[in-house]
């Protein structure tokens, strides 16, 4: 085997996981949900890029003996990044090997679909048991090592003859590049979950403590001023234009009184919808414990 090329080929790979984790950063939805759509479409299209690098440089195993690591990205970013990067990236590696052609062109091409298709159904299974573990990687490795057997056999005997004596380094470039790497491509995505879930933390603790401050400085006046209107309107005719103003006042104070007990039962930062240059505002309703319910059912009416 020569060294050198597997080197390149490593060193290919260790660029596009440093390319992934930069893409977390230029396409956070925290930051802007609208920019972070196109991070399927910019990985998609990275992958696919380097599939066709691998698909040029490939291994050499043996005098007059090669292999390449094309279904390594394809199933990479599939597992990671969801299906439509997966799609991308395998439409742009199918059309490069339909583009070379020879007898194998369809074998390739569809070893290419089903390398896609089955790294989707491993991302599926790892999305149920929360997250991507070394069982569903090695699960994976496996699974587009026996695609590429496939698609060797398809040829026939031709086929079967030239898979026999590669068949252990294409295993292990799968295990190696699959198996093992795709672990460092989820602790990218474990690791900026977690960031993401301390920053949501810092943020509702701020929120938290600014709005039980405010309610804190609101309700001492606003027990004063519910207090001076129940004694003014003992003594106002309640049928009485000023009987009406003052219950208007009071129901507008048990208003305020609903809101300042909803900021004290903030559990969540939920925003409203931007309406035009209005810049979004925190939504109180949203942003309180659905297990608490609503203050304003709970409160009583007069």
């Keep these: 085997m020569d060294y050198h090329h597997v080197v390149e080929a490593a060193g290919a790979v260790a660029f596009a996981l440093v390319f992934y984790s930069y893409t977390w950063r230029w396409f956070?939805?925290?930051?802007?949900?609208?920019?972070?759509?196109?991070?399927?479409?910019?990985?998609?299209?990275?992958?696919?890029?380097?599939?066709?690098?691998?698909?040029?440089?490939?291994?050499?195993?043996?005098?007059?003996?090669?292999?390449?690591?094309?279904?390594?990205?394809?199933?990479?970013?599939?597992?990671?990044?969801?299906?439509?990067?997966?799609?991308?990236?395998?439409?742009?590696?199918?059309?490069?090997?339909?583009?070379?052609?020879?007898?194998?062109?369809?074998?390739?091409?569809?070893?290419?679909?089903?390398?896609?298709?089955?790294?989707?159904?491993?991302?599926?299974?790892?999305?149920?048991?929360?997250?991507?573990?070394?069982?569903?990687?090695?699960?994976?490795?496996?699974?587009?090592?026996?695609?590429?057997?496939?698609?060797?056999?398809?040829?026939?005997?031709?086929?079967?003859?030239?898979?026999?004596?590669?068949?252990?380094?294409?295993?292990?470039?799968?295990?190696?590049?699959?198996?093992?790497?795709?672990?460092?491509?989820?602790?990218?995505?474990?690791s900026r979950a977690a960031e993401a879930a301390r920053r949501d933390a810092a943020q509702l603790r701020a929120v938290t403590l600014l709005a039980r401050a405010a309610a804190h400085e609101i309700n001492n006046p606003l027990t004063s001023v519910l207090g001076g209107l129940g004694l003014v309107a003992r003594k106002v005719a309640p049928d009485s234009e000023e009987g009406k103003w003052i219950e208007r006042a009071r129901e507008g104070g048990e208003r305020i009184r609903d809101i300042v007990a909803r900021m004290n039962r903030i559990t969540q930062v939920q925003e409203t919808p931007q309406i035009g240059a209005l810049p979004p505002i925190l939504d109180l309703k949203k942003s309180n414990d659905p297990a608490t319910g609503s203050v304003e059912a709970r409160t009583p009416r007069p």
Aim: net charge positive; hydrophobic share 60%; no cysteine.
């Design 28 to 190: 956070d939805a925290a930051e802007s949900p609208a920019r972070a759509r196109w991070r399927p479409m910019v990985n998609g299209v990275a992958f696919g890029l380097l599939a066709l690098f691998l698909m040029r440089s490939r291994i050499q195993v043996g005098e007059d003996r090669w292999v390449d690591a094309r279904a390594v990205p394809l199933a990479l970013i599939t597992l990671v990044e969801g299906t439509p990067a997966g799609a991308i990236a395998g439409a742009i590696a199918l059309v490069r090997r339909l583009w070379l052609g020879g007898a194998g062109a369809g074998a390739g091409a569809l070893g290419i679909v089903a390398v896609v298709a089955v790294a989707a159904l491993v991302r599926v299974w790892a999305k149920r048991d929360g997250g991507v573990g070394l069982r569903h990687s090695i699960a994976l490795a496996v699974a587009v090592f026996a695609v590429t057997w496939a698609s060797f056999l398809a040829l026939g005997e031709r086929g079967a003859a030239m898979f026999g004596p590669v068949w252990l380094p294409v295993l292990v470039v799968d295990l190696v590049g699959i198996g093992l790497v795709a672990r460092l491509f989820g602790d990218v995505v474990a």
